[in-house]
């Protein structure tokens, strides 16, 4: 049984099995394009005695095809059976469903969609795979050339086709996940959560290197981490890597479209800024944090040349992700074979982000801080801040949005100066944020993920030179905190809204 919707290779496959003495029994389109090629074939519906129903919903659902299927030759009841109603064999099963995700990747409306809704090609697949040992079953072209040379080799072993049955069922499970997805389309937390992953790559190790990884990605999805990402040059990722590869894209995502630059470490951002140029974004995140950023990871949104490749070179990154890279920053990278180059655009966030949890998955709308409006944000000591104070403000905002919380971010001159990351106390958060700083604490601006539940965080930003602090608000000692900066002669804005990351 022959019936695919792609018809790619097809042709030889059928004329190679004929070769082999099958009799090849197809659908309507197939079996036209079987012909077509000069392969003998019989029409389902001269094995049924039915014709093809309903516009051709209804073709294979039969017991002559599916007893054909599913007997289990080790079991003579069954052979009894198919010989009482003259129900011939069916030894080989080559099925590729219909393109539904195709369809609805390329805007199909609804009635057009559940047209593509394969309904006997997922059954014959399931019922050749339930009955592995008696039939042989070909989920698609893929597998075309190994079921040919084990069959010209005497015949296809057993753990093949258990192996084939493996994938024939994944594929289904991909399928019904694919319709499920969409049928529970706009329902944004479904009772049941339905997503399948297919393997991208392997990769070096885990955490560390006594772990085994992969990387996944959903199906379906356009814009997994990986998607239109090219590796230049470099050994193979490893699963940190990927991790902070995703760090540095989702934090240069939000940095708006002028030139801007990450550094990432340990999933923590060591230096973020913009500039007039990339050249100037980099120097600046590059100075928030000179020691931590050896081996970090660098993502840039502008193309990368070579008197900034040069520049990158003097300091050890494990990897540089940007849009483009100039011949001439190609050969100044060539010299590090093992620094991995990726050539990607931005990062398109999905709308809901989920963290994994023992046995389980937390599910939620994804943290978007560029979605919100400056203009809401409330002045509650000082003036309104403009200018390079307010740049300087919400990009201390937005990377404190993508460091682990507790989180106090140092801005000045359009970059980073000093982070305080993954703290238990928000008053220590603000220390080592200044103590990275140092005397680059002068005159800066402050961000704090969540709102200051104490006075003395704000105390130790001003007797660090800070001058202004951007916060959610809402602590019951709002009062006191907004007093403390009062005193200090500090401008602080609420934002009315905090960014915890864990």
Sequence with gaps: MISVSDKRGVVDFARRLGELGFEIISTGGTARVLQEGGVEVTPVSEVTGEPEILGGRVKTLH????????????????????????????????????????????????????EQIDIGGPAMLRAAAKNFRSVIVVPGSGFYGEVLF?????????????????????????????????????????????????????????????QS????????????????????????LSFNNLYDVDAARSLLATLGEGPAAVIVKHANPCGAAVGETVEEAYRRALDSDRVSAFGGIVALNREVSGALARRIS??????????????????????????????????????????????????????????????????????PPSGEMLRDLLLAWRVAARVKSNAVVLARDGGTVGIGAGQMSRVDAARIAVGK??????????????????????????????????????????????EAARRRGMTMVFTGRRHFFH
Excluded at 88 to 113: S, T
Excluded at 177 to 190: K, N, S, T
């Design 314 to 383: 003097e300091v050890f990154t494990e990897v540089l992700v940007a849009p483009g890279f100039t011949p001439e920053a190609r050969e100044a990278f060539s010299e590090r074979e093992a620094m991995i180059l990726l050539e990607a655009g931005p990062l398109q966030q999905p709308p809901l982000s989920a963290k994994y949890v023992t046995g389980g998955v937390l599910l939620q709308e994804t943290d978007a801080v560029v979605r919100e409006d400056a203009a809401d944000y409330e002045t509650v000591v000082g003036k």
């Design 213 to 236: 990884a992969a990387y996944y990605a959903e199906e379906g999805s356009p814009d997994h981490l990986l998607s239109g990402v090219r590796r230049l040059q470099g050994k193979d």
């Design 63 to 114: 017991p002559k095809i599916h007893g054909g299927i599913l007997a289990d030759r080790r079991r003579e009841e069954h052979l009894r059976q198919l010989e009482e109603r003259g129900i011939a064999q069916i030894d080989l099963v080559c099925i590729d469903l219909y393109p539904f995700e195709r369809a609805v990747a390329g805007g199909a409306d609804r009635d057009e969609a559940v």
């Design 437 to 482: 700083a140092g005397d680059g604490s002068r005159g800066a601006v402050a961000a704090s993920d969540a709102f200051f539940p104490f006075a003395d965080g704000v105390e130790v930003l001003a007797d660090a030179g800070v001058v202004a602090v951007i916060q959610p608000g809402g602590s019951r000692r709002d009062a006191e905190v907004i």
């Design 150 to 210: 084990g069959l010209e080799s005497g015949d296809v072993p057993e753990e093949t086709r258990r192996r084939l049955a493996a994938a024939a069922f994944r594929r289904t499970a991909l399928y019904d996940a694919a319709i499920a997805r969409w049928m529970a389309d706009g329902e944004e937390f479904p009772e049941v959560l339905v997503r399948a992953y297919g393997r991208v790559l392997p990769l070096r190790y885990g955490e560390n290197p006594h």
